[in-house]
């Protein structure tokens, strides 16, 4: 009988502990060297709640500019430098403009005419990568489109 409390106190800490193992740590991200902008603080307010159905996830940083969705995470980060003309793929998602380059594990894309430019790195597990952008296309509009356009 004198087990009885000592079952009780692990039946109220179990719980406990499976919610700190469930956890998953912060994704390691980098700021923005322009992510002070004003125009950042706005685009940030409009990052989506989720992102290809993968729910918001911790980053390293406490910049508002950064946000991660889903495992492997889905980044996005304000406040990197706009792309100039270029040869890359250029395409436009939902009146975005939107730079894509190819990684080894995903793809990267940079809103182009935009300044800040917003950056979304897209793992291969959420292929076709492109798929996402959508999603970001009102944090984006909230830096005004630039005279440089995809033709």
């Known amino acids: 009988m004198h087990d009885r409390p000592r079952l009780r106190r692990l039946t109220l800490l179990l719980p406990a502990g499976l919610l700190v193992a469930g956890c998953s740590s912060a ?3 980098t700021v923005a060297d322009g992510a002070s902008d004003p125009l950042c603080t706005k685009a940030s307010a409009a990052w989506p709640s989720t992102v290809s159905n ?3 996830r911790d980053v390293s940083t406490g910049s508002a500019s950064v946000r991660a969705w889903g495992d492997p995470a889905i980044i996005a980060r304000c406040g990197v430098t706009s792309p100039g003309p270029t040869s890359r793929q ?3 998602v939902s009146g975005i403009d939107w730079v894509g380059t190819p ?3 995903g793809m990267s894309f940079v809103t182009y005419g935009r300044d800040p430019a917003i950056e979304v790195l897209v793992p291969k597990k959420y292929s076709p990568e492109p798929t996402v952008l ?5 944090a984006a509009a909230a830096i005004p489109q630039g005279p440089h356009r995809c033709s």
Do not use: H, I, N
């Open 90 to 92: 250029c395409f436009g």
């Open 54 to 56: 993968q729910q918001r």
């Open 27 to 29: 994704v390691d991200v």
């Open 103 to 105: 990684l080894s594990d």
């Open 134 to 138: 959508g999603a970001f296309t009102r």
